[in-house]
Structure formats: structure tokens, C-alpha cells
């Protein structure tokens, strides 16, 4: 069994910064792709930012140039830089994590979602 759980969330005001983490754990042989996405309410679920194992980097366009994503392979974590937050990136924010257990088994894991608010 794996789990991702999230941190950082919460209120900012536009043009401010805020970080978000995410520590997977469990029976973790390795993780593939790690990333973030983003839902707000009655939307689909939209992709924000990837990374893969060995660094590379997909953003959205909304996001790119304001956004940074990285992961620490040896902790498990993926973090999300935020700068120059817009009242439109509030949303709630969730951790995927593409992960290989102890059994072998292919495990497409979320977090549970952390709220950011960014007010105007």
C-alpha cells in the first residue's frame, strides 16, 4: 500500500509565493512520474506540472515561468514552487505519483488535495 500526502497549502495574496510539498510512502519499489494537478469545483482535473526520475519537466501554459517543480528521489517528495500567484490558480492542488509497490504492482496514487486560495 502506498500513500501521498500533501502540504502547503493556503491563502496568499496575488503576486505572493507558496509552496507546496508532497512525501510518498509505503511499499515503494520506485516512482515513475511525479506531478501536481489542480481541480476547482465542477471542473475536470487538470495537470499543472510533471517530473520525470531523472529530472525532465512538463507545465502547463498557464503555469510556466511562475511555477517550478522538483523532486528529492531519495526522500520520495515532489514540491511545487508557486511565485507570482493569480486569483485564478485557486483551486484545490493534488500529488500524483506513479508508483511500482514491493509486489510489482503499477499504483497511480493521489493525495488527498491541499486548497490554495490566492485573493485579489
Known amino acids: 500500500q502506498v500513500q501521498l500526502v500533501e502540504s502547503g497549502g493556503g491563502l496568499v495574496q496575488a503576486g505572493g509565493s507558496l509552496r507546496l510539498t508532497c512525501a510518498a510512502s509505503?511499499?515503494?519499489?520506485?516512482?515513475?512520474?511525479m506531478g501536481w494537478y489542480r481541480q476547482a469545483p465542477g471542473k475536470q482535473r487538470e495537470l499543472v506540472a510533471s517530473?520525470?526520475?531523472?529530472?525532465?519537466?512538463n507545465y502547463a501554459d498557464s503555469v510556466k515561468g511562475r511555477f517550478a517543480i522538483s523532486r528529492d528521489n531519495a526522500k520520495n517528495t515532489v514540491s511545487l514552487q508557486m511565485n507570482s500567484l493569480k486569483p485564478e490558480d485557486t483551486d484545490v492542488y493534488y500529488c500524483?505519483?506513479?508508483?511500482?509497490?514491493?509486489?510489482?504492482?503499477?499504483?497511480?496514487?493521489w493525495g488527498l488535495g491541499t486548497q490554495v486560495t490566492v485573493s485579489s
Open positions: 500524483n505519483a506513479q508508483i511500482i509497490d514491493y509486489g510489482f504492482r503499477h499504483n497511480n496514487a
Open positions: 517530473i520525470a526520475p531523472g529530472g525532465t519537466t
Open positions: 509505503g511499499s515503494i519499489f520506485s516512482i515513475n512520474s
